[in-house]
Nanobody, 124 residues
Framework: QLQLVESGGGLVQPGESLRLSCAAS????????IGWFRQAPGKEREGVSC????????DYVDSVKGRFTHSRDNAKHMVYLQMNSLKPEDTAVYYC?????????????????WGQGTQVTVSS
């Protein structure tokens, strides 16, 4: 059973940090590119970042560059999103997703497997 499970979300104040985790099971993680997406109420799903399967290169949406860091540990079947200097506009449900093609993309429909999401709320 192929599965991705996110964790680490919560309620934080602006300027604080949060680390999201995505645990993979049932498939070989190193064959996949992994993306992080988020969706706020009433808004469309947004690609936050992605990391390639081959060289671990990353790409970020402009709004999180310099604040978020996307990483992976294939041996542990884990993917992480370190989020620093959080802003209220970062509030959303965050999802990790896997793309078997190994291509780094921020387009949600190019990904094959999805987690259930974890809520991140940034508020004072």
């Amino acid at each position: 059973q192929l599965q991705l499970v996110e964790s680490g979300g919560g309620l934080v104040q602006p300027g604080e940090s949060l680390r999201l985790s995505c645990a993979a099971s049932g498939f070989t993680l190193d064959h996949y590119a992994i993306g992080w997406f988020r969706q706020a109420p009433g808004k469309e799903r947004e690609g936050v970042s992605c990391i390639s399967s081959s060289d671990g290169s990353t790409d970020y949406v402009d709004s999180v560059k310099g604040r978020f860091t996307h990483s992976r540990d294939n041996a542990k079947h884990m993917v992480y999103l370190q989020m620093n200097s959080l802003k209220p506009e970062d509030t959303a449900v965050y999802y990790c997703a896997a793309d078997v093609r190994g291509v780094c993309s921020r387009k949600w429909y190019e990904y094959d497997y999805w987690g259930q999401g974890t809520q991140v709320t940034v508020s004072s």
